[in-house]
């Protein structure tokens, strides 16, 4: 079993920074694949970012140039650092970690960007 406690969401406005923490209950070393994704009200859950075991990282198209996934092994957590955010970006933001092909998620911290 494997939990994960996201932190650093909240109120922001537009072209301002958030960094969002996702704190592992064990070793992300050994993990497949940690990823944050995103849920706005009324859409699916979307992937955002990705960070392999061999710390490459991936994006979606519309975050890139102003989202990075970064991972601190010696503290187990995974982070989000968001630059340049657009309202667009308004969501819950979950924190997911794929370990020996089993998926686990935390609960989740909320994203809202507003002037």
């Known amino acids: 079993q494997v939990q994960l406690v996201e932190s650093g969401g909240g109120l922001v406005q537009p072209g301002g920074s958030l960094r969002l923490s996702c704190a592992a209950s064990r070793s992300i070393v050994s993990a497949d694949v940690m990823a944050w994704y995103r849920q706005a009200p009324g859409k699916q859950r979307e992937l955002v970012a990705v960070?392999?075991?061999?710390?490459?990282?991936n994006y979606r198209d519309s975050v890139k140039g102003r989202f990075t996934i970064s991972r601190d092994s010696a503290k187990n957590t995974v982070y989000l650092q968001m630059n340049s955010l657009k309202p667009d970006d308004t969501a819950t933001y979950f924190c997911?970690?794929?370990?020996?092909?089993?998926?686990?998620w935390g609960q989740g911290t909320q994203v809202t960007v507003s002037s």
């Open positions: 960070i392999t075991s061999s710390v490459m990282t």
């Open positions: 997911n970690m794929v370990f020996r092909a089993v998926g686990y």
